[in-house]
Protein backbone atom coordinates (compact mmCIF):
# COMPACT_ATOMS: atom_id res chain seq x y z
CA UNK A 1 0.00 0.00 0.00
CA UNK A 2 1.47 3.47 -0.91
CA UNK A 3 2.03 5.27 1.82
CA UNK A 4 0.93 9.51 2.23
CA UNK A 5 2.56 12.09 4.53
CA UNK A 6 1.80 15.72 4.94
CA UNK A 7 2.97 18.95 6.45
CA UNK A 8 0.29 21.78 7.07
CA UNK A 9 2.34 25.12 8.26
CA UNK A 10 -0.13 28.46 9.57
CA UNK A 11 1.26 31.77 10.73
CA UNK A 12 -0.74 33.56 12.41
CA UNK A 13 2.14 36.37 13.03
CA UNK A 14 6.21 36.63 12.05
CA UNK A 15 8.53 37.67 14.27
CA UNK A 16 9.02 41.51 14.33
CA UNK A 17 12.34 40.80 14.84
CA UNK A 18 12.82 39.96 11.42
CA UNK A 19 11.06 41.73 9.26
CA UNK A 20 11.40 45.57 10.21
CA UNK A 21 9.01 45.49 13.44
CA UNK A 22 6.56 44.30 11.16
CA UNK A 23 4.45 41.33 12.72
CA UNK A 24 2.23 40.24 10.22
CA UNK A 25 -1.09 39.19 12.51
CA UNK A 26 -3.75 37.14 10.96
CA UNK A 27 -6.56 35.43 12.28
CA UNK A 28 -7.58 32.20 10.46
CA UNK A 29 -3.71 30.78 9.55
CA UNK A 30 -3.60 27.83 12.21
CA UNK A 31 -6.97 27.01 12.26
CA UNK A 32 -6.37 26.32 8.26
CA UNK A 33 -3.76 24.78 9.50
CA UNK A 34 -5.54 22.52 11.99
CA UNK A 35 -8.45 21.73 9.81
CA UNK A 36 -6.01 20.76 6.90
CA UNK A 37 -4.28 18.46 9.30
CA UNK A 38 -7.42 16.78 10.07
CA UNK A 39 -8.79 16.25 6.45
CA UNK A 40 -5.69 14.62 6.03
CA UNK A 41 -5.28 12.39 8.79
CA UNK A 42 -8.79 11.51 8.39
CA UNK A 43 -8.47 9.96 5.24
CA UNK A 44 -5.00 8.02 6.04
CA UNK A 45 -2.06 10.00 5.84
CA UNK A 46 0.67 10.55 8.62
CA UNK A 47 0.76 14.65 9.72
CA UNK A 48 2.64 17.05 11.05
CA UNK A 49 1.48 20.67 11.84
CA UNK A 50 4.01 23.68 12.54
CA UNK A 51 2.15 26.74 14.00
CA UNK A 52 3.76 30.47 14.02
CA UNK A 53 6.83 30.14 16.26
CA UNK A 54 7.78 27.13 14.75
CA UNK A 55 6.77 27.88 10.86
CA UNK A 56 10.78 28.68 10.32
CA UNK A 57 13.09 27.84 7.12
CA UNK A 58 15.16 25.46 9.24
CA UNK A 59 12.05 23.37 10.49
CA UNK A 60 10.17 23.00 7.52
CA UNK A 61 13.32 22.13 5.16
CA UNK A 62 13.58 19.66 8.26
CA UNK A 63 10.19 17.95 7.75
CA UNK A 64 10.67 17.65 4.02
CA UNK A 65 13.55 16.24 4.33
CA UNK A 66 12.66 13.52 6.28
CA UNK A 67 9.20 12.82 4.36
CA UNK A 68 11.67 13.13 0.78
CA UNK A 69 13.65 10.13 2.46
CA UNK A 70 10.96 8.19 3.67
CA UNK A 71 8.44 8.44 0.67
CA UNK A 72 8.89 6.26 -2.44
CA UNK A 73 7.60 5.66 -6.19
CA UNK A 74 3.80 5.82 -5.78
CA UNK A 75 3.69 7.36 -2.32
CA UNK A 76 1.79 10.79 -1.79
CA UNK A 77 2.96 14.21 -0.15
CA UNK A 78 0.55 16.90 0.88
CA UNK A 79 1.87 19.97 1.67
CA UNK A 80 -0.61 23.11 2.92
CA UNK A 81 0.88 26.47 3.84
CA UNK A 82 -1.40 29.20 5.49
CA UNK A 83 -0.32 32.50 5.88
CA UNK A 84 1.25 35.49 3.81
CA UNK A 85 2.72 35.76 0.84
CA UNK A 86 5.36 38.03 -0.87
CA UNK A 87 7.34 38.70 -3.95
CA UNK A 88 11.12 40.29 -4.33
CA UNK A 89 13.10 40.65 -7.56
CA UNK A 90 14.04 37.27 -10.17
CA UNK A 91 17.99 37.51 -10.22
CA UNK A 92 19.40 36.86 -13.68
CA UNK A 93 19.68 33.73 -14.75
CA UNK A 94 18.49 30.87 -17.11
CA UNK A 95 15.58 30.51 -15.05
CA UNK A 96 13.84 33.66 -14.93
CA UNK A 97 9.78 33.97 -13.55
CA UNK A 98 7.66 35.60 -16.36
CA UNK A 99 6.79 38.36 -14.16
CA UNK A 100 10.66 39.39 -13.10
CA UNK A 101 9.62 38.66 -9.50
CA UNK A 102 10.26 35.01 -7.85
CA UNK A 103 7.37 34.61 -5.37
CA UNK A 104 7.68 33.90 -1.31
CA UNK A 105 6.00 32.06 1.93
CA UNK A 106 6.59 34.91 4.65
CA UNK A 107 8.09 32.34 7.10
CA UNK A 108 8.47 33.32 10.89
CA UNK A 109 12.06 33.64 10.73
CA UNK A 110 12.39 34.84 6.66
CA UNK A 111 10.84 34.40 3.13
CA UNK A 112 10.84 31.25 1.70
CA UNK A 113 10.94 31.97 -2.03
CA UNK A 114 9.26 29.39 -4.55
CA UNK A 115 12.60 28.20 -5.88
CA UNK A 116 13.75 27.18 -2.67
CA UNK A 117 10.61 25.03 -2.26
CA UNK A 118 10.99 23.61 -6.05
CA UNK A 119 14.18 22.23 -4.69
CA UNK A 120 13.30 21.36 -1.68
CA UNK A 121 9.95 18.82 -3.99
CA UNK A 122 13.01 17.61 -5.91
CA UNK A 123 14.71 16.07 -3.35
CA UNK A 124 11.32 13.22 -3.90
CA UNK A 125 12.10 10.57 -5.38
CA UNK A 126 10.59 10.02 -8.68
CA UNK A 127 7.01 8.76 -9.02
CA UNK A 128 6.46 10.17 -5.35
CA UNK A 129 2.92 12.79 -6.03
CA UNK A 130 3.17 15.96 -4.82
CA UNK A 131 0.69 18.22 -3.54
CA UNK A 132 0.71 21.46 -2.96
CA UNK A 133 -2.04 23.55 -1.13
CA UNK A 134 -0.90 27.66 -0.52
CA UNK A 135 -3.34 29.74 1.16
CA UNK A 136 -1.77 33.20 1.02
CA UNK A 137 -1.02 35.89 -1.35
CA UNK A 138 1.66 35.26 -4.49
CA UNK A 139 1.55 39.05 -5.35
CA UNK A 140 4.23 41.64 -5.21
CA UNK A 141 1.14 44.32 -4.78
CA UNK A 142 0.76 45.81 -1.03
CA UNK A 143 -2.13 47.19 0.79
CA UNK A 144 -0.79 50.13 -0.33
CA UNK A 145 -1.11 49.27 -3.93
CA UNK A 146 -4.54 46.85 -4.25
CA UNK A 147 -6.53 50.11 -4.75
CA UNK A 148 -4.94 50.03 -7.80
CA UNK A 149 -6.06 46.71 -8.77
CA UNK A 150 -9.01 46.61 -7.08
CA UNK A 151 -12.36 49.25 -7.93
CA UNK A 152 -14.72 49.73 -4.75
CA UNK A 153 -16.86 47.04 -5.72
CA UNK A 154 -14.17 44.79 -6.01
CA UNK A 155 -12.46 45.06 -2.51
CA UNK A 156 -16.37 44.88 -0.94
CA UNK A 157 -16.66 41.41 -3.14
CA UNK A 158 -13.65 39.81 -1.90
CA UNK A 159 -13.01 41.36 1.79
CA UNK A 160 -16.47 42.48 2.74
CA UNK A 161 -15.55 46.25 3.17
CA UNK A 162 -13.83 49.43 0.88
CA UNK A 163 -12.08 49.97 4.06
CA UNK A 164 -8.22 50.38 3.28
CA UNK A 165 -7.25 50.35 6.55
CA UNK A 166 -9.52 46.84 7.61
CA UNK A 167 -8.57 45.02 4.39
CA UNK A 168 -4.37 45.64 5.06
CA UNK A 169 -5.91 43.16 8.10
CA UNK A 170 -7.57 40.99 6.38
CA UNK A 171 -4.96 40.31 3.16
CA UNK A 172 -2.92 37.83 3.39
CA UNK A 173 0.08 39.90 1.63
CA UNK A 174 3.37 41.65 3.00
CA UNK A 175 2.60 44.98 2.26
CA UNK A 176 4.92 46.72 -0.57
CA UNK A 177 6.66 49.00 1.43
CA UNK A 178 7.38 46.73 4.24
CA UNK A 179 8.85 44.39 0.98
CA UNK A 180 10.67 46.89 -0.12
CA UNK A 181 12.60 48.04 2.88
CA UNK A 182 13.19 43.98 3.73
CA UNK A 183 14.78 43.23 0.73
CA UNK A 184 16.84 46.08 0.10
CA UNK A 185 18.18 45.20 3.70
CA UNK A 186 18.71 41.56 2.88
CA UNK A 187 19.39 42.20 -0.99
CA UNK A 188 22.64 40.60 -1.05
CA UNK A 189 21.43 37.21 1.09
CA UNK A 190 18.93 36.97 -1.38
CA UNK A 191 20.86 37.34 -4.76
CA UNK A 192 23.33 34.86 -3.52
CA UNK A 193 20.90 32.65 -2.29
CA UNK A 194 19.30 32.47 -6.15
CA UNK A 195 21.81 32.22 -8.30
CA UNK A 196 22.54 29.18 -6.27
CA UNK A 197 19.30 28.11 -6.96
CA UNK A 198 19.28 28.64 -10.33
CA UNK A 199 23.04 26.68 -10.87
CA UNK A 200 22.98 23.91 -12.93
CA UNK A 201 24.46 21.72 -10.41
CA UNK A 202 21.89 18.27 -9.78
CA UNK A 203 20.11 16.25 -11.37
CA UNK A 204 17.62 19.01 -12.71
CA UNK A 205 14.90 16.57 -12.39
CA UNK A 206 11.25 18.13 -12.47
CA UNK A 207 9.10 16.48 -9.57
CA UNK A 208 5.70 15.34 -10.03
CA UNK A 209 3.65 17.93 -8.48
CA UNK A 210 0.42 19.97 -8.58
CA UNK A 211 -0.27 23.15 -7.39
CA UNK A 212 -3.60 24.78 -6.05
CA UNK A 213 -3.13 28.22 -4.97
CA UNK A 214 -4.92 30.61 -3.15
CA UNK A 215 -5.04 33.85 -5.65
CA UNK A 216 -3.38 34.35 -9.31
CA UNK A 217 0.08 36.33 -9.01
CA UNK A 218 -1.77 39.54 -9.12
CA UNK A 219 -4.42 38.51 -6.83
CA UNK A 220 -4.57 38.68 -2.82
CA UNK A 221 -5.72 35.94 -0.87
CA UNK A 222 -8.46 36.78 2.16
CA UNK A 223 -7.97 35.69 5.64
CA UNK A 224 -10.88 35.17 7.28
CA UNK A 225 -12.94 34.81 11.19
CA UNK A 226 -12.42 31.24 10.99
CA UNK A 227 -10.49 29.82 7.86
CA UNK A 228 -9.05 31.84 4.88
CA UNK A 229 -11.52 32.08 1.91
CA UNK A 230 -9.67 29.69 -0.23
CA UNK A 231 -9.22 27.36 2.98
CA UNK A 232 -12.70 27.58 3.99
CA UNK A 233 -14.05 27.16 0.23
CA UNK A 234 -11.66 24.29 -0.51
CA UNK A 235 -13.47 22.46 2.69
CA UNK A 236 -16.59 22.99 1.60
CA UNK A 237 -16.53 21.48 -1.69
CA UNK A 238 -14.56 18.51 -0.12
CA UNK A 239 -17.49 18.42 2.26
CA UNK A 240 -15.88 16.12 4.44
CA UNK A 241 -15.01 13.59 1.93
CA UNK A 242 -18.30 13.36 -0.49
CA UNK A 243 -16.91 15.52 -3.25
CA UNK A 244 -16.24 13.01 -6.24
CA UNK A 245 -14.14 14.20 -9.13
CA UNK A 246 -10.54 14.44 -10.02
CA UNK A 247 -8.09 17.74 -9.63
CA UNK A 248 -9.71 19.79 -12.03
CA UNK A 249 -12.84 19.64 -10.75
CA UNK A 250 -11.91 19.87 -7.33
CA UNK A 251 -9.80 22.72 -8.62
CA UNK A 252 -13.31 24.41 -10.44
CA UNK A 253 -14.95 23.70 -7.92
CA UNK A 254 -13.42 25.88 -5.01
CA UNK A 255 -12.64 28.79 -8.04
CA UNK A 256 -16.69 28.93 -8.49
CA UNK A 257 -16.84 29.99 -4.81
CA UNK A 258 -14.87 32.94 -4.51
CA UNK A 259 -14.72 36.15 -6.18
CA UNK A 260 -13.21 36.68 -9.72
CA UNK A 261 -10.66 39.22 -7.52
CA UNK A 262 -9.49 36.05 -5.85
CA UNK A 263 -9.34 33.13 -8.37
CA UNK A 264 -7.57 29.99 -7.46
CA UNK A 265 -4.73 28.97 -9.54
CA UNK A 266 -3.65 25.21 -10.55
CA UNK A 267 -0.47 24.36 -11.65
CA UNK A 268 1.41 21.73 -12.79
CA UNK A 269 5.07 20.38 -12.97
CA UNK A 270 6.64 17.54 -13.90
CA UNK A 271 4.56 14.93 -15.86
CA UNK A 272 1.50 14.15 -13.70
CA UNK A 273 -0.24 11.05 -15.33
CA UNK A 274 -3.80 11.34 -15.85
CA UNK A 275 -4.25 8.46 -12.99
CA UNK A 276 -3.04 10.93 -10.71
CA UNK A 277 -4.94 14.06 -12.10
CA UNK A 278 -8.40 12.05 -11.96
CA UNK A 279 -7.79 10.60 -8.46
CA UNK A 280 -10.02 11.82 -5.98
CA UNK A 281 -8.28 14.08 -3.79
CA UNK A 282 -5.96 13.72 -0.97
CA UNK A 283 -5.93 9.92 -2.21
CA UNK A 284 -3.50 8.00 -0.62
Same mark, same amino acid.
Given at each position: MPTGLSLHIGLNKVDPRRYDGWDGRLVACENDARDMAALATGVGFGATTLMTPDGTVENITAELRKAAARLKKGDILLFTYSGHGGQIPDAPGPDVEADDFDETLVLYDRQ????????? $?? /? $???????????????? =?? =????? /????????????????????????? /?????LRQTRIYERDKEFFTQLQRDLKSPDGDGRTPTALLISGCQDNQTSADGPVNGAFTEA??????? =?? $?????RPFHRAIQRKLPATQSPNLFLTGEPDAVFLDQKPFTI
Open positions: LLDDELYAE $FQ /R $FEEGVRIVALLDCCHS =GT =GIESV /REILNPVAMEAQFQTSDPEQIAAAA /RVMPLLLDVWSN =GS $FRGGY
